[in-house]
């Protein structure tokens, strides 16, 4: 088990503002996705590219850990385009979800994600379609999120990529950053 984490990872699709580009009006509700325990993964341990893929999307996120706070989140996957159909293929792997292991009680603005020391993205949370209150809401309404689940509150727009041999650095302001390295299957 995470050390931050006690119950379920939801992930949330479609909630920073850039994605919505060309896609008009947001969703009426928040797009879920689970992350199950086999891809729960630690700062530190290798993240395994798949023998069928190129490279993997890093997308550097906050946590909302439930009655505990907030935490630094890299939500793997293999690239894909469907948000509406589950992507379970590319979202299930093996260590595909880095948590931290520390828990901060202050919301934090910025993440960034940087690949080989290079900054490669930066996300804040003001530019979230559902603020973490209303996403919270909103999903409370039919599913109980319950003490030690982490919501994951959104990807960054332009999450970067990533292939065998890289480090990939998540870091959020007030909590220590998570690294890994992509190494092959």
């Not at 999307?57 to 939500?75: P, Q, R, S």
Request: a negative charge.
């Amino acid at each position: 088990m995470l050390p931050a984490c006690g119950g379920a990872v939801y992930g949330v699709a479609l909630n920073f503002r850039a994605d919505l580009e060309g896609l008009g009006e947001p969703p009426v509700a928040p797009v879920l996705y689970l992350r199950p325990r086999n891809t729960w993964n630690t700062s530190g341990a290798a993240i395994r590219i798949p023998a069928d893929a190129k490279e993997l999307k890093m997308a550097g996120t906050l946590g909302v850990v439930i009655g505990a706070g907030y935490v630094v989140v890299n939500d793997v996957s293999i690239p894909h385009e469907s948000y509406y159909r589950p992507a379970i293929r590319q979202r299930c792997r093996d260590g595909f979800c880095v948590v931290g292991a520390e828990v901060t009680d202050r919301i934090p603005r910025e993440i960034r994600t940087s690949i080989n020391g290079e900054l490669r993205c930066r996300a804040n949370t003001a530019d979230l379609v559902r603020p973490i209150d209303r996403l919270i809401a909103d999903i409370s309404e039919f599913l109980t999120l319950q003490p030690g689940d982490i919501l994951l509150i959104g990807e960054p727009h332009d999450a970067p990529r990533a292939r065998a041999g890289d480090r990939v650095r998540v870091e959020i302001d007030g909590l220590p950053a998570i690294e890994n390295e992509v190494v092959p299957e």
